[in-house]
Structures are given as C-alpha cells and as structure tokens.
C-alpha cells in the first residue's frame, strides 16, 4: 500500500557531505512524523533525526550540528543532508514514515530498505 524508497548513499571520504531523500509512494492520505535511522554492521538500529508534521526537528547527540533533516511534503519526501561525515557515519541508512492511508484510519509506520553510506579514505 505504501512504500519507501531512500537513495543518495553511496562512498565518501571523511569531511564529505551526502544528501540522502525518501519517497513516499502508493495510498498516502498524508504523513506525520517522519525519521532517519541507522544501523552499522554488528550494531542496532538508531534513531539519527526525527522531524514532525510541523518541522519540529530533533537529532542524535552524534550528529548534532553536522546533520540536518528535512521534509517537502508536495513530494511526501524526507531528506538528510550530512555534512562533515565520519567513519563512524558508515551504516545502512532508513527512513520511517508515520503515515494515513485514509483520514478515518489510524496511522502506520512504514520503513524503506535503506541506503548504504560509507565513510572512509
């Protein structure tokens, strides 16, 4: 019914920028909150930014002033621009949408399948 697809991943040397996109697509009535998470090899998953319907914005202490999320929702589109990128930045990145199908039906949450960012020289 809905589905999410991240893209703008790729290989990036250490103080590169990147800027990653998620688009909504199928039976969207409209979007709420909508996040970036991270998960790197052996680790779990975690929340890297989180914006509202209402572009609240909060981020991990991690990439607190490198990081910088945002939203058009013309396009029910998510983005995260990453500046200043570290090894430690290398992970699958996804993207989470709380969306409405219709107005009457309670909200889901949806995940894409992420996009590869890798840091290293």
């Known amino acids: 019914q809905v589905q999410l697809v991240e893209s703008g991943g790729g290989l990036v040397q250490p103080g590169g920028s990147l800027r990653l996109s998620c688009v909504a697509s199928?039976?969207?009535?409209?979007?709420?909150?909508m996040a970036w998470y991270r998960q790197g090899p052996g680790t779990q998953r975690e929340v890297v930014a989180t914006?509202?319907?209402?572009?609240?914005?909060n981020y991990a202490d991690s990439v607190k002033g490198r990081f910088t999320i945002s939203r058009d929702d013309a396009k029910n589109t998510v983005y995260l621009q990453m500046d200043n990128l570290k090894p430690e930045d290398t992970a699958n990145y996804l993207c989470?949408?709380?969306?409405?199908?219709?107005?009457?039906?309670?909200?889901?949450?949806?995940w894409g399948l992420g996009t590869q960012v890798t840091v290293s020289s």
């Open positions: 914006i509202t319907n209402t572009g609240s914005a």
């Open positions: 199928g039976q969207v009535y409209t979007i709420g909150n």
């Open positions: 989470y949408a709380q969306v409405w199908i219709v107005h009457y039906v309670p909200p889901n949450g949806y």
